[in-house]
């Protein structure tokens, strides 16, 4: 039976405290993180946006368990991930979060089904069937299942993706630069199909993008400069995105200026 979830829960699903990060030592370090706190509510699109190298990458990986915070945590539902064993951190990474990535990561030698149901094969289970429908018919990929990733488009790959990371119903999904890849057509459909997995199905999304139009399908846009959370705006259209990035960037002007 498919689950009703209230789609603006209150509730935090992943929240970031502090976190700081930096790579290298000495004069050539880079502060990649500097004390980023972040709640992400539970059946909310969040959208993660800033300059090349303001730490959007590196945020992402840190709340997804797929690297570690030089310091402060991450909390992922109730699990502070700097508290788990490895062992447990891979299961998290398996049953309780999902991914779509910019480069589709499908397997080549896989048909769509197989891709879409891979994580939960590898983890012993099947899809609930009913779920599994109501997925594909979301991403509209009924009469595609069978092929494999080259006999599909980028969007229809993508597509696949979004089904991938969704049929397990994971309590968060990390979605890093989705429609990098794609033209705006096949782009807006995925956007659509992630938009309308919060929405209806009360799925929780994160997504980094540098799009003003990909962050306005979204509920909140976090906005980040040199490894700091420094604006943010709820309900999102492209036109008040744009706005606040070209503020962001008018602002960041004025401080190199005075650096010089
Ligand atoms: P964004 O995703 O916003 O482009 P990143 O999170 O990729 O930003 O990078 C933030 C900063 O950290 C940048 O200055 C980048 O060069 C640096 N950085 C990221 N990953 C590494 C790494 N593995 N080694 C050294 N520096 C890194």
Redesign the pocket.
């Given at each position: 039976m498919t689950e009703t979830v209230p789609s603006h829960s209150r509730e935090v699903a992943a929240r970031a405290a502090d976190l700081v990060?930096t790579?290298?030592k000495g004069a050539a370090q880079?502060r990649?993180?500097d004390g980023v706190s972040l709640d992400v509510r539970a059946g909310e699109y969040t959208a993660v946006m800033?300059?090349?190298?303001?730490?959007?990458?590196?945020?992402?990986?840190c709340m997804a368990a797929l690297d570690t915070p030089t310091s402060g945590t991450v909390t992922i539902g109730d699990s502070d991930l700097g508290e788990l064993k490895d062992k447990t951190l891979t299961l998290l990474r398996r049953d309780r979060v999902g991914f779509v990535f910019q480069a589709f990561n499908l397997v080549p030698t896989l048909t769509a089904r197989e891709n879409i149901v891979l994580p939960l094969s590898i983890a012993g289970a099947t899809p609930d069937p009913e779920w599994f429908a109501t997925v594909i018919d979301a991403v509209g990929l009924a009469d595609r299942l069978d092929h494999r990733p080259n006999e599909m488009s980028g969007g229809q790959q993508q597509r696949v993706a979004c089904a991938r990371a969704l049929v397990s119903r994971p309590e968060i999904v990390f979605a890093d630069e989705p429609t990098g890849n794609l033209d705006s057509t096949s782009g807006a459909e995925v956007l659509a199909f992630l938009r309308r997995s919060v929405s209806e199905f009360g799925q929780t999304i994160v997504m980094?993008t540098h799009d003003p139009v990909a962050a306005s399908y979204t509920d909140r846009v976090v906005f980040?400069a040199d490894?700091r959370v420094v604006d943010e705006l709820r309900d999102p259209t492209a036109e008040t995105v744009l706005e606040h990035m070209t503020a962001l960037q008018a602002l960041a002007g004025q401080n190199a200026g005075q650096d010089l």
């Open positions: 990060k790579y290298g880079v990649a993180l800033g300059p090349s190298g303001s730490g959007k990458s590196t945020l992402m990986h980094v980040l490894g």
